[in-house]
């Protein structure tokens, strides 16, 4: 059965370092989505992005972060000057349509010190 | 304000038994998915009901939505220990969004054999 997949699954980094965080969607699917976790919170909403360009964020999606698709296959969301608050797992989802279901990879846990 | 609440908070039930979990929502909107989420993995789809359906079922799970009461409930029937999990339900923003999810807080359910 295809899946999400996403790399790495555990990242280690300094505050103020940059990090790129990697998924592979599910071939057929156009719309991308990355949430994160906060250690006992919430799953909460990033961005979305369709047809190669952001469709929608959030509040904490502000200026260090960044999506995109550099080579049509990988989606990667990356923080460019990390902060201690952003440790917390980030999950890349993917759906066929937007309001379909969406199928979200294992998630990659952050942790910044 | 918040979308998506689940209860109980916490759930606590025997093998073989049925555990039902409720989730309230305050703006309209196009579905609702439940996900489960296993202590420290990633989120699993387990169904999606959209707003013009009012019951949905998929193996041992059933879902309601009541759109008046803006609430939907999760019942697994015969539950087994590997049902031990958090479950959320998500919606999404309604209106024009892409899709995005809002999750609970999540009910945390403990099967014990």
């Known amino acids: 059965e295809p899946e999400v997949t996403q790399t790495p699954s555990h990242q280690v980094t300094q505050m103020g370092q940059e990090v790129i965080l990697r998924c592979v969607p599910i071939?057929?699917?156009?719309?991308f989505y990355w949430y994160r976790q906060i250690l006992g919170q919430k799953v909460e909403f990033l961005v979305s992005?369709?047809?190669?360009?952001?469709?929608?964020k959030s509040e904490i999606f502000d200026d260090q972060f960044s999506v995109e698709r550099p080579d049509g296959s990988n989606f990667t969301l990356k923080i460019r000057s990390t902060k201690l608050e952003d440790s917390a797992m980030y999950f890349c989802?993917?759906?066929?349509?937007?309001?379909?279901?969406?199928?979200f990879g294992p998630g990659t846990r952050l942790t910044v010190l | 304000s918040q979308q998506g609440e689940e209860d109980p908070q916490a759930l606590s039930i025997q093998e073989g038994e049925n555990a039902t979990m409720n989730c309230s929502y305050k703006?309209?909107?196009?579905?609702l998915q439940w996900y489960r989420q296993n202590s420290g993995r990633g989120l699993v789809h387990l169904i999606l009901?959209?707003?013009?359906?009012r019951e949905k079922h998929s193996g041992r799970l059933r879902v309601t939505l009541d759109t008046s009461k803006k609430s939907s409930s999760l019942l697994i029937t015969a539950s087994r220990a590997a049902d031990t999990a958090s479950y959320f339900c998500?919606?999404?923003?309604?209106?024009?969004?892409?899709?995005?999810?809002?999750f609970g807080k999540g009910t945390k359910l403990s099967v014990k054999p």
């Open positions: 703006t309209s909107i196009n579905n």
């Open positions: 009901i959209r707003s013009n359906e």
């Open positions: 998500a919606t999404d923003a309604g209106g024009g969004s892409q899709g995005n999810l809002i």
């Open positions: 989802a993917t759906a066929t349509v937007s309001y379909n279901e969406q199928f």
């Open positions: 992005f369709y047809n190669n360009e952001i469709s929608e």
């Open positions: 071939s057929n699917h156009l719309y």
